[in-house]
């Protein structure tokens, strides 16, 4: 019987011949991320080894990857004390994966890790960050996990136990009408599926649109994979993978491409015409209550958020600043930019899209999770809404509770509104 | 705790769908990561903290249920989501849950258990078998789903620290794991 991709990848990284959807499985990991929260990680990873009555080791500290992005710069003594035990923790250790704040290293993990060339397709990827499902872009098994795995992970190289999750084989064709994207596809992809319709189960992605998507498209796209409740989703590597890992990740060596049997067997299969597909947006509180454009067309939002793990790339900044270069944004409107990483502030200032989207009035965040994560950078007011191309609209999620409002879009969507103040369709904007 | 064991508790709180992490604890005080702190944070949502105050002071006995509908504990992979529900010792009876959550709990013990149909309002008390729970004040019995293989396993074996301390002994003496 044939296999679907994660199914081989773990069938290589379990040591066995075939693996099956419900069977448990040891597997050995091949790089293991945390950020901040990996000061929840050290002291389970140390009370382990006190039960066991053994001295602290960690497995392959080449493997290990700790990226600050969370809250970054420390926006409170808590975080500030956690930064520097980690820190301690690094150096103690000699973690070489560790990106500090540092405006050339420095970013989000789910752009670092790509970026710096440390996925590459068939790895098993674990992250204590759900949003860890990005890296699948790169065919590579990513799943998120919380801090006491990843301590054993830390001492064994190894997911102790899991069961082997079922494949939904989703098949996207057509080619999408001018200025729609990958958020769009997802957002709307998340609505068929609803916020737990993929739980417990893999999402491979195949299709046309697929094959001619962008890197950046791709990792929008697994990015929010997670929003269904999936552990993970995957795109099989092909010409564009080994593309962005030669020529953006500076990867030399071999690059090994895992592609599905012709008789694997999936759960079920789903399919999308994107041709027809209009801007999509999540409306609040739940990220699978997506509507097009033309429901939410005119609603009036306090504050923009352009950027995060799933469209803080370059593409994403261009695509805002090109709609917004030489105009202004409406009265009563702020607009935040948080890069997805340093090299991309840096790329995207050269081309002049920080100071373009500047000069229309948008503040330019230091690359880092920013207001997504409702800790600092953005926090909403009671009765304030707020339009981001970020992958959460949850109760809560930029603070306020209940009383604060999210609605999730795409970076075209973020920017027409922007000159409007209201949720706006971008067409007739762009000069 | 085993699983096995029948307990009868009272339902302190029902909640609807999709609960996320960051309700259950905002990302406000995700700087703390120390596991006997987060249970102060512990649903303290904000304009809505009444839950969190009856936790904190202590009207809640531990073993009380909360019951959940479907995908209790979606989003962020932030264990304080399970170490603070387990700090004040409350058992968790939803219709399903998010796999990250679900993982969490089950590698600190946590006791949940996946009852689809459950119908219980606040104040009713729930009695929970080996397959069934029943709504004494309805009377009406509503089926469990069983946990995935390794849910099952981890809850059955204490939670993962102790079961990773007992692989690293095992390890040490030069066993393969």
């Known amino acids: ?431 | 705790m085993n699983e096995k064991h029948t307990l009868s508790a009272k339902v302190v709180k029902v909640f609807g769908n999709d609960i996320s992490t960051d309700i259950i604890y905002p990302g406000t005080y995700l700087y703390c990561t120390d596991s006997k702190k987060t249970p102060a944070f512990c649903f303290k949502v904000n304009n809505d903290e009444e839950f969190n105050r009856q936790l904190v002071s202590g009207a809640i006995l531990p073993g009380s249920i909360i019951v959940a509908g479907a995908n209790f504990g979606c989003g962020s992979s932030r264990e304080q989501a399970a170490s603070s529900i387990a700090g004040h010792g409350l058992v968790i009876v939803a219709k399903s849950f998010a796999r990250i959550f679900l993982d969490n709990a089950s590698r600190l013990g946590i006791r949940t258990v996946i009852v689809p149909r459950i119908e219980a309002a606040e104040g009713d008390t729930l009695s929970i078998a080996a397959t069934t729970v029943r709504n004494e004040q309805s009377g009406k019995t509503f089926s469990i789903t069983p946990h995935q293989s390794y849910h099952q396993f981890l809850i059955d074996a204490g939670g993962l620290v102790p079961y990773a301390a007992e692989l690293l002994k095992a390890s040490v003496r030069g066993e393969r794991i």
């Open chain 1, 1 to 431: 019987m044939g296999m679907t991709v994660v199914e081989k990848i773990l069938s290589r990284a379990s040591g066995q011949d075939v693996v099956t959807p419900g069977e448990q499985v040891r597997f050995a990991v091949d790089l293991a991320m945390s950020h901040e929260n990996a000061s929840g990680a050290i002291p389970q990873h140390a009370e382990i080894h006190r039960v066991a009555d053994c001295p602290v080791k960690l497995w392959d500290p080449s493997r290990i990857a700790i990226i600050f992005d969370h809250r970054v710069p420390a926006p409170n003594v808590d975080t500030a004390n956690n930064q520097k035990m980690i820190r301690n923790f690094v150096a103690q250790h000699g973690i070489s994966k560790f990106h500090d704040i540092d405006g050339v290293r420095g970013g989000i993990c789910h752009q670092v890790l790509p970026e710096n060339g440390y996925v590459l397709p068939g790895m098993v990827v674990v992250g204590t960050d759900s949003h860890t499902t990005t890296h699948g872009a790169l065919g590579a098994f990513a799943f998120g996990t919380g801090v006491t795995e990843m301590a054993t992970i830390w001492t064994f190289g190894k997911v102790l136990n899991m069961d082997v999750p079922a494949t939904i084989k989703v098949v996207i064709n057509g080619e999408f009408r001018p200025g729609v994207t990958a958020k769009d596809l997802i957002l709307h992809l998340i609505g068929l599926l609803t916020a737990d319709g993929a739980t417990n189960r893999v999402i491979e992605f195949h299709g046309s649109t697929i094959a001619a998507m962008s890197m950046s498209g791709r990792l929008t796209l697994c990015n929010m994979a997670v929003e269904a409740g999936a552990t993970s989703g995957i795109i099989p590597a092909d010409d564009t993978t080994e593309k962005y890992l030669r020529t953006v990740a500076c990867v030399s060596g071999m690059i090994p491409r895992v592609t599905p049997d012709v008789d694997a067997v999936y759960e079920r299969e789903v399919v999308v015409d994107v041709s027809g597909l209009d801007y999509q947006v999540a409306c609040p509180h739940t990220v699978d209550n997506v509507k097009p454009i033309s429901a939410v067309a005119g609603t009036a939002v306090n504050q923009i958020v352009l950027g995060s793990c799933t469209n803080g790339r370059q593409e994403d900044i261009a695509a805002a600043s090109a709609i917004l270069k030489g105009r202004r944004l409406a009265s009563g409107v702020r607009m935040l930019v948080f890069p997805a990483s340093w090299r991309v502030w840096s790329e995207a200032n050269q081309e002049g899209h920080l100071e373009a989207l500047r000069a229309a009035g948008a503040t330019i965040m230091n690359p880092g999770c920013g207001c997504c994560v409702g800790a600092h950078e953005g926090i909403l007011a009671e009765g304030e809404t707020a339009l981001s191309t970020t992958n959460r609209n949850f109760v809560g999620r930029m603070g306020s509770g209940a009383k604060a409002f999210i609605y999730l879009c795409a970076p075209r969507v973020a920017a027409a509104s922007a000159l409007t103040g209201r949720i706006t369709k971008p067409e007739g904007i762009q000069a």
